[in-house]
């Protein structure tokens, strides 16, 4: 069965700093989908970034970046600059697809990142 | 802003009630999801909705039901609450055509449910 496993509950940066925040995932698929959302204290879930496996290119979104590292099937978030909107529930999540439209994100259990100035 | 919309924010209800959630699609898209993020579980999946067609079904309760009208909003049904129940129920939305490969799940604000 595929799971997402954060292996950071939690983890602290100061303001202007680089942080990665970890992700690990189990799939024997060779093609599949990876988001980092983050959840501020509003509770929304807000997509930060995506990456499809067959790309061997890293996704970035501004101070976004991803370290997609599919034979380690390590897929970790910098998050550069940090600013203290950045505060926030950190989730990775996988794509389940079945075929036929059917799919559903598996979530790992999140980071709580916390912003110092 | 995600362009998805649930209704309502907040819901306080008793044991053994019956509550419906409503969830408004970003425009176009199709499907739609529903997931509960509790304490004790984290976020996990419900159900999914393909243009009013029940697609995949996760670990939800036979007490759960849903449906997905011909406009494309959904609804959550929850019945016989118990206080477990209590969570954050989140809809999301997407933008899939069956022969394309995955769009992003964009996800409306939640429904936070308390059951007393």
């Known amino acids: 069965a595929q799971t997402v496993t954060q292996s950071q509950p939690e983890m602290s940066v100061q303001e202007a700093e680089t942080v990665t925040l970890s992700c690990t995932y189990d799939?024997?698929?060779?093609?599949?989908?990876l988001f980092w959302y983050k959840q501020p204290p509003s509770r929304q879930m807000i997509l930060v970034i995506r990456?499809?496996?067959?790309k061997q290119q890293n996704a970035t979104e501004n101070r976004f970046s991803v370290n997609f590292q599919k034979a380690a099937k390590s897929f970790s978030l910098k998050i550069s600059d940090s600013q203290l909107g950045d505060a926030a529930m950190y989730f990775c999540a996988y794509r389940i697809y079945w075929g036929g439209g059917s799919e559903k994100l598996v979530f790992g259990k999140g980071t709580k990142l916390t912003v110092n100035p | 802003d995600s362009g998805v919309t649930q209704t309502p924010k907040h819901l306080i209800t008793a044991t053994g009630q019956r509550v419906t959630l409503r969830c408004s699609p970003r425009?176009?898209?199709?499907?739609v999801y529903w997931y509960q993020q509790s304490l004790d579980q984290g976020l996990q999946f419900l159900i999914q909705y393909y243009n009013g067609e029940e697609r995949a079904k996760g670990n939800i309760l036979e007490r759960f039901s849903a449906q997905q009208f011909p406009d494309l909003h959904s609804e959550l049904n929850l019945s016989s609450l118990e206080l477990g129940d209590s969570a954050l129920y989140f809809c999301?939305?997407?933008?899939?055509?069956?022969?394309?490969?995955?769009?992003?799940?964009?996800f409306g604000p939640g429904t936070r449910l308390t059951v007393l």
């Open positions: 999301a939305s997407s933008a899939r055509l069956e022969e394309q490969s995955t769009d992003t799940q964009y």
């Open positions: 425009s176009g898209d199709l499907s």
């Open positions: 990456q499809e496996a067959y």
């Open positions: 799939t024997s698929e060779s093609d599949y989908y």
